[in-house]
T-cell receptor, first 114, second 114 residues
């Protein structure tokens, strides 16, 4: 069965520092991968997606992620974070059956400190 | 602007009561989804629908029911059989039930027990 593991439940970081949020997945078929951001009491907003092609994917708000097939990872990075990046981040993989279902990781809370 | 509207934003349920959460989208999307979010558990799929008048159970459908009579609407009923309904409920939609389509989310409904 497919699964997604976000290795850190919380990541504290100072403003303007770089950050990496880790995501590993397991799948028996080719994958489509997504990162979403959730601000308090709001829904999820798509940050970026990997469907095919270049393994380095750029998203909104200066975030990027790199797909690594051999390590089954899709880590999210930002070179310099802002206070406004404080939120919860979810990694997700498409289900093997073509239904549009997503399998989500448990989320990582990014806490940006001044 | 197109989007997904969930209402109400906050909802309270009494013992033995059924409550219905509304989800409406004007994105002309075929597929719609309901998720439940609990702290530290990510998002879990309750029900999904790929087309009008058809829907399938997700991973935690017990105690919930849905209908899909119109393309734009996918209401979720939390029945009295759901013994632990306190959670944040998110509705999402996508262009089609395909693996490579990202989902768009509403802003959620927070359900609590009185």
């Amino acid at each position: 069965a497919q699964s997604v593991t976000q290795l850190d439940s919380q990541v504290p970081v100072f403003e303007e520092a770089p950050v990496e949020l880790r995501c590993n997945y397991s799948s028996s078929v080719s994958v489509y991968l997504f990162w979403y951001v959730q601000y308090p009491n709001q829904g999820l907003q798509l940050l970026l997606k990997y469907l095919s092609g270049s393994t380095l994917v750029k998203g909104i708000n200066g975030f990027e992620a790199e797909f690594n097939k051999s390590q089954t990872s899709f880590h999210l990075r930002k070179p310099s974070v802002h206070i406004s990046d404080t939120a919860e981040y979810f990694c997700a993989v498409s289900d093997v059956i073509n239904t549009g279902k997503l399998i989500f990781g448990q989320g990582t809370t990014l806490q940006v400190k001044p | 602007d197109g989007g997904i509207t969930q209402s109400p934003k906050y909802l309270f349920r009494k013992e033995g009561q059924n409550v219905t959460l509304s989800c409406e989208q004007n994105l002309n999307h075929d597929a719609m989804y309901w998720y439940r979010q609990d702290p530290g558990q990510g998002l879990r799929l309750i029900y999904y629908s790929q087309i009008v008048n058809d829907f399938q159970k997700g991973d935690i459908a017990e105690g919930y029911s849905v209908s899909r009579e119109k393309k734009e609407s996918f209401p979720l009923t939390v029945t009295s059989a759901q013994k632990n309904p306190t959670a944040f409920y998110l509705c999402a939609s996508s262009i089609g039930g395909s693996r490579n389509q990202p989902q768009h989310f509403g802003d959620g409904t927070r359900l609590s027990i009185l």
